[in-house]
Structure formats: C-alpha cells, structure tokens
T-cell receptor, first 115, second 111 residues
Framework: QQQVKQSPQSLIVQKGGIPIINCAYENTAFDYFPWYQQFPGKGPALLIAIRPDVSEKKEGRFTISFNKSAKQFSLHIMDSQPGDSATYFCAARGFNAGNNRKLIWGLGTSLAVNP | NAGVTQTPKFQVLKTGQSMTLQCAQDMNHNSMYWYRQDPGMGLRLIYYSASEGTTDKGEVPNGYNVSRLNKREFSLRLESAAPSQTSVYFC??????????FGSGTRLTVV
C-alpha cells in the first residue's frame, strides 16, 4: 500500500520554466516531509525538507509548499536550469514512538530541463 | 569526506552465487538502511537497523540477510543470487530526527 503518491511520473520543461512536482499522503501522523534529488549513477541526496507547522520553505531556487488540510506538498523549482535535470523523490516520516521512523517514499519524478 | 561508503560499486554474479555488499558510515548515525532501486519502482526498503544490535525487515526482504556489525557498518548478503535480484542497491544512514545520507550505490547484475 503506497502511502505517498507522487505525480507526475515524468516532466519536461524549458530552461527558465517552473516545474512543479506534487505529493499526497494519507497518514496524518507524518511530521517530516523531505525531497531528494538523484542524478544518474548517484545516490539520492537531501534537497530540502519541511515540517507541518509551516506552509512554505525556500532554499535558493527550490520551494516546498505544504497544505496540511489537503495532506499535500509540492516542490517548485524556480528558473529551472539544465543542471536540474534529475529524478526527484518526495518522502514522509511519522512521529511514532520508538525507533520505527522510516521514510515512506514516493515513486519519483524524472525531470528534464531543455536548454 | 564524511558520508556513506559502499563496496563494491559494480558486481556481476552467476545465478546461485553468494556475495556480501558492504556499507560503512562515519557520521555516528544510529539508523542504517538497505534499499534496492529498479526502474519505475522507486526505492524499496530491504532491511533496516534502527540502532546497533537491531535489524528489521522492510518491504522486500526475501532472498537477503543483513548484519549490523557495529554502529558504523551494515552489510547485506545475498545467499543464492537470482536474476530477479539484478538491481541497484543503496545503503543509507540517518540520525533519529534527520534526513538520510545515501551511498553511491552498487550496481549488481545476476546472470
């Protein structure tokens, strides 16, 4: 059962465009929502993360928007560049007691930014 | 450089052979994870270790075993490799309340 649904599966934009990747979750116990970026041949790397007490977080050209009532969060890439071409994963984690705080992952979005 | 180190980077096995994938982290993280990544299927958790001395099954544990040797090291063993285990394997570690740090992966082909 997939608890984090990510869309679209793939996305193509022109340089300077603003790609938006969306994720929806089901478990209201989630309290940490990171995005990871993966380049071909590399492991995923943490890009930006948000907690549900804020509605937006910006780091450089990357912005997370968070809608707690809709249980949705999205990644926006401002002024996208060809170097942003990568696979992006959203994830979520709960605050359950004990050590079971594994990340639950979306299936990923392959982004291509054309020059 | 601090981080997660995986060995080997590439491996070709024959069906039925065994091998161990090694992972070590130097960030003093308590938790460590093994994932496999296949096209269109995202990251699937094989096993994880929430702390030294504990291991638990993830989504796809069949055909694998793990050992948390100490706080730094977490190995993944394939006892009898099958073509269905052809994949890219990633090890990751995390502190209790932070993001994951991934290794660069092991590309395994079983023929």
């Amino acid at each position: 059962q997939q608890q984090v649904k990510q869309s679209p599966q793939s996305l193509i934009v022109q340089k300077g465009g603003i790609p938006i990747i969306n994720c929806a979750y089901e478990n209201t116990a989630f309290d940490y929502f990171p995005w990871y970026q993966q380049f071909p041949g590399k492991g995923p790397a943490l890009l930006i993360a948000i907690r549900p007490d804020v509605s937006e977080k910006k780091e450089g050209r990357f912005t997370i928007s968070f809608n707690k009532s809709a249980k949705q969060f999205s990644l926006h890439i401002m002024d996208s560049q060809p170097g942003d071409s990568a696979t992006y994963f959203c994830a979520a984690r709960g605050f359950n007691a004990g050590n079971n705080r594994k990340l639950i992952w979306g299936l990923g979005t392959s982004l291509a930014v054309n020059p | 450089n601090a981080g997660v180190t995986q060995t080997p980077k590439f491996q070709v096995l024959k069906t039925g052979q065994s091998m161990t994938l090694q992972c070590a982290q130097d960030m003093n993280h308590n938790s460590m994870y093994w994932y496999r990544q296949d096209p269109g299927m995202g990251l699937r958790l094989i096993y994880y270790s929430a702390s030294e001395g504990t291991t638990d099954k993830g989504e796809v544990p069949n055909g694998y075993n793990v050992s948390r040797l100490n706080k730094r090291e977490f190995s993944l063993r394939l006892e009898s490799a099958a073509p269905s285990q052809t994949s890219v394997y990633f090890c990751a570690s995390s502190p209790e309340f932070g993001g994951y740090t991934f290794g660069s992966g092991t590309r395994l082909t079983v023929v």
